[in-house]
């Protein structure tokens, strides 16, 4: 019997064995299909890619790997990034909250260190008050160009646009220019009177973007100044940050509109209706970074019906010194006094 049980199970072994192989054949031959299949569809991806990569290129059959079209396609994915970028701070630049360092219509920003950059912030029908000056304490011509390169101070007549762009006035500014070439021309700002203080922001920030100085010094153009005096006093104040010089002063704020310094927006002053502290409006210094300051937050900062009182206002709550300087009291005419008003 038990020779029998092992003839009979020897007698099974070859069925089994069959059935062993046939399983083995199917899964060798998935196998086969699978690794087929995967090849392929790497083959077809590498030809993809390469298509992909020659039509961009233009350079018809390509050799390279699939490995190096990975790794360019990616760069090029990265440089539509950069790009993207490129525009998101372009746009925040024109928005006012970076600061810009070229200008399309003056060139790049200065590398030279300069002393000071002067705005005489003047009118359309001023050609009287402008040549004036020019003969009085302002370069002209080549005069301009030295007193930069030598005293390191640079001196521009600044002027906005006609509201009705392209008429007399602008073309008689364009003309004048042409001719003595010593204006800043703000060509986003329409001349009005109570767009003043904007004015005088758009100065700032304009400077401060164009040039490298220490300081930028707004001046009214019925004012005449002394340029040595003027230097002498900013070089005394060159190693202080955030620096304000002016004639610096207070005084009621006017309700009535029928006044001639009426202020719209009184009731923000207060019960008392008296100023802070700021400096008169004929001509004020501010240091660098203040300038730059208004620069970068000019879209935000508020303008009142005075210039003066708008440029006091920007730097409350700020980290800044306040000059009292009696020599800039154009007005008072004291001993000492570098500018006078006419």
Not at 7 to 26: A, K, Q
Not at 160 to 177: C, V, Y
Request: include cysteine; glycine fraction near 8%; hydrophobic fraction near 35%.
């Amino acid at each position: 019997m038990p020779i029998r049980a092992s003839n009979h199970r020897l007698r099974g072994n070859p069925f089994g064995s069959r059935i062993s192989n046939l399983m083995l054949v199917m899964f060798a031959t998935m196998a086969s299909v699978y690794v087929a299949g995967r090849l392929w569809q790497e083959a077809e991806n590498r030809v993809y890619l390469i298509k992909e990569l020659d039509g961009r290129t233009d350079q018809g059959q390509s050799a390279i790997s699939v490995d190096d079209t990975l790794k360019i396609i990616s760069c090029r994915e990265q440089q539509k990034k950069l790009s993207a970028l490129e525009l998101e701070l372009t746009a925040a630049r024109k928005d006012g909250f970076v600061l810009k360092y070229s200008n399309g219509n003056h060139g790049t920003y200065s590398k030279k260190k300069l002393l000071a950059v002067i705005g005489v912030i003047t009118k359309f029908g001023h050609r009287t008050n402008r040549d004036t000056i020019r003969k009085a304490w302002m370069p002209t011509g080549l005069g301009l160009k030295k007193l930069e390169n030598e005293k390191g101070i640079v001196v521009r007549f600044v002027i906005g646009r006609s509201p009705n762009r392209g008429d007399s006035s602008d073309r008689d500014i364009d003309a004048e220019n042409r001719q003595t070439d010593d204006f800043i021309i703000l060509d986003d700002h329409m001349e009005s009177p109570e767009e003043h203080p904007k004015k005088t922001k758009l100065f700032f920030s304009r400077a401060a973007e164009t040039w490298d100085a220490d300081f930028y010094v707004k001046v009214n153009d019925d004012v005449h100044v002394n340029i040595d005096g003027l230097g002498g006093i900013l070089a005394t104040h060159v190693d202080k940050p955030r620096v304000y010089i002016g004639c610096m002063k207070s005084g009621e704020v006017f309700s009535e509109p029928s006044h001639k310094w009426y202020e719209p927006d009184w009731w923000k002053f207060g019960d008392g209706k008296s100023y802070f502290r700021h400096a008169s409006g004929e001509i004020f210094v501010i240091s660098q970074a203040l300038a730059q300051f208004i620069s970068i937050n000019r879209s935000i900062l508020r303008t009142y019906s005075h210039d003066d009182v708008s440029a006091g206002s920007w730097f409350i709550g700020l980290d800044v010194n306040h000059v009292n300087e009696g020599k800039l009291c154009c007005s008072s005419w004291s001993s000492g006094s570098i500018c006078a008003a006419v």
